[in-house]
């Protein structure tokens, strides 16, 4: 073990934070502070190259290193600005990488005697730095992933359910993990929140599967579809490429597929779709991950559904994720996940924090949330020592309900809980274009990243937990106006009528909601979503049901005359006539009138 002083005087709380978090990418501990200093310790010698590093972003910086905490200490103390200092005990592990100077016996405070000490000055050959470690909260569960597996030889299409907070997510990380160096792997969420938006999951899982950028233009959109149809061997180019520009929404122009028969044209995206999907597996097969399937929209069901169904032959894995032991998706088999094992989540607390810790009977998310805010608050309580302060006791942090614990992690963040609530407020998946206008924006996403609220997934970013963006989203004092001008921004953009219509609902203007509850059946429609069109219905007429005020009978009469019109698009005439007779009779009405 090596132990690394730094000295550098007067950081502020975010330097101190990010000088902390710099070197526990690579591998490194905070062991002890003092005032203006900083000791870490590290089992690679490499670590040294890092300290080079730290020169460039911080030029006073002094740093000492020895395998004894006390002399690496005292040779920071001792060093001039921008020098590394060693001892005679690592000397010798340093030789071949680096160039050292001898400055001779010196004393060092702590130290009755004189020490040799050595100066090092610059890397040898090529820099080696230790290897990253990713502060990502992972208990290895094999025994559950390898009666996964095979589990999976006797389904190709699986539901994985427990209980909120229990790891499944984590699970399905580990899973891909093991199936990924053999496997493509198409991954998808269905969040509690906005889960209004019509095939939503759908498309993410063919814009992954085409690898299509969210900073591509059209064109670069375009050229990537058919470069991929063309790739991977689809017979008829000319109507999939068609097909999946008419269901993506990015063609140029209106295309004839517009003008087909509803039921037909739905029947030709899905089957186009499995086209690509089963070529796509010939080359390499593949896996479709759809997690919180209990709230996927009605379109979305149906569409995974055909296509558990028509690709049965192939060699496509289907996992899903549930809260629930029963979806609406059938031909599925359920694999309960069972909780981790008390004994192994207290070695885990014990290998990062170095201290048992009493807690009831919990879930691994409320453990995940504890060791978020210990770090943060081993920070915090590091720096008040660094400030030269004395704490009145020794850090600890006691146990408590993660709700708690999420609440003290969002207070400690200060000038960056402005924005986290608005990034809450957006929604569990953010799409950078959506940002709040605010200073310094992308530095304080980061840093939101850094502290594991979020995550970065192919340009976009996530919470990192459902459940944390939830207890996050309750904590906003403001959320009705936080509504309100989200319903403003989006209602000014087109093809985002269902997200104003969500946050119309949720900012309670349901004068407004109604208007835009027959925008998004259009929308629906036009995406081929006449399940989640139907739905939107049965929802105006139960806001006309709850709210008297907010629709007139010509409202009532295009609700009823729009269900009978998608059911007789659909093929379903008895359906169809019981809502064009609910028609017939309020014209009756009016005409007695």
């Known amino acids: 073990m090596y132990y690394i002083g730094i000295l550098i005087r007067d950081l502020k709380k975010k330097q101190f934070h990010n000088l902390i978090e710099n070197l526990k990418r690579f591998g490194s501990k905070i062991e002890q502070a003092e005032k203006h200093l900083i000791i870490f310790s590290n089992e690679d010698i490499n670590i040294i190259n890092c300290l080079f590093k730290l020169k460039e972003l911080y030029p006073e910086i002094r740093t000492g290193i020895s395998q004894y905490i006390g002399i690496a200490k005292g040779l920071a103390r001792i060093a001039q600005v921008?020098?590394?200092?060693?001892?005679?005990?690592?000397?010798?592990?340093?030789?071949?990488?680096?160039?050292?100077?001898?400055?001779?016996?010196?004393?060092?405070e702590g130290m009755k005697t004189e020490i040799l000490v050595c100066r090092i000055d610059n890397p040898k050959g090529k820099e080696r730095f230790p290897e990253l470690k990713k502060r990502k909260m992972i208990i290895p569960r094999p025994i559950m992933i390898d009666a996964f597996k095979n589990f999976?030889?006797?389904?190709?299409?699986?539901?994985?359910?427990?209980?909120?907070?229990?790891?499944?997510?984590?699970?399905?990380?580990?899973l891909i993990e093991e199936l990924e160096p053999e496997r493509?792997?198409?991954?998808?969420?269905?969040?509690?929140?906005?889960?209004?938006?019509?095939?939503?999951?759908?498309?993410?899982?063919?814009?992954?599967?085409?690898?299509?950028?969210?900073?591509?233009?059209?064109?670069?959109?375009?050229?990537?579809?058919?470069?991929?149809?063309?790739?991977?061997?689809?017979?008829?180019?000319?109507?999939?490429?068609?097909?999946?520009?008419?269901?993506?929404?990015?063609?140029?122009?209106?295309?004839?597929?517009?003008?087909?028969?509803?039921k037909a044209r739905v029947d030709l995206i899905i089957n186009t779709i499995c086209d690509v999907m089963a070529n796509l597996s010939h080359l390499k097969p593949l896996v479709v991950i759809v997690e919180d399937v209990e709230n996927l929209d009605p379109s979305s069901t149906t569409f995974l559904q055909h296509f558990i169904s028509k690709l049965s032959d192939e060699d496509i894995i289907f996992i899903f994720t549930s809260n629930r032991a029963q979806v609406n998706l059938k031909g599925i088999k359920e694999f309960e996940l069972l909780e981790i094992e008390r004994a192994q989540i207290e070695e885990y607390l014990y290998s990062e924090i170095g201290e048992k810790i009493n807690f009831p009977s919990t879930t691994i998310f409320n453990i995940a949330q504890y060791l978020a805010l210990y770090y943060e608050e081993q920070v915090d309580y590091f720096y008040t020592l660094y400030s030269g302060e004395n704490p009145l006791m020794n850090f600890s942090l006691p146990f408590a309900d993660y709700k708690e614990l999420i609440k003290r992690r969002v207070e400690l963040l200060e000038e960056s809980k402005e924005l986290l609530y608005g990034l809450a407020t957006l929604g569990y998946e953010i799409d950078p274009q959506d940002f709040p206008i605010a200073e310094n924006i992308q530095e304080q996403v980061e840093y939101l990243v850094e502290h594991n609220f979020l995550r970065k997934i192919d340009e976009r970013y996530f919470f990192t937990s459902p459940l944390l963006h939830e207890v996050i989203y309750d904590l906003i004092p403001d959320k009705n106006a936080r509504h309100t001008r989200l319903a403003d921004y989006y209602r000014r953009r087109e093809g985002y009528e269902e997200y104003a219509l969500f946050h119309y609902i949720k900012s309670e203007n349901y004068k407004r909601a109604m208007e835009y509850l027959l925008k998004a059946t259009k929308i629906a429609l036009k995406k081929g979503g006449y399940e989640s069109a139907i739905n939107y219905y049965f929802q105006a007429l139960e806001l006309c049901r709850r709210e008297k005020d907010v629709a007139d009978l010509e409202t009532l009469i295009a609700i009823n005359e729009g269900l009978a019109d998608v059911y007789r698009s659909l093929g379903d005439e008895e359906q169809a006539m019981k809502y064009y007779k609910v028609v017939l009779d309020s014209y009756k009405e009016i005409l007695k009138e």
């Open 184 to 262: 493509e792997i198409l991954r998808t969420t269905a969040p509690a929140y906005l889960s209004n938006i019509t095939l939503k999951p759908v498309c993410d899982l063919l814009t992954r599967l085409f690898k299509i950028q969210i900073n591509f233009t059209l064109e670069e959109k375009q050229k990537t579809i058919e470069g991929k149809l063309k790739e991977i061997g689809i017979r008829d180019i000319g109507t999939s490429y068609l097909a999946i520009l008419d269901f993506l929404n990015i063609g140029e122009e209106e295309t004839i597929l517009r003008k087909m028969e509803p």
């Open 152 to 174: 999976l030889n006797i389904t190709k299409s699986a539901l994985i359910f427990a209980p909120d907070g229990t790891g499944k997510t984590m699970f399905i990380e580990q």
């Open 82 to 108: 921008g020098e590394i200092l060693t001892s005679a005990d690592t000397e010798p592990a340093i030789l071949e990488s680096f160039d050292i100077t001898s400055l001779g016996m010196l004393t060092i």
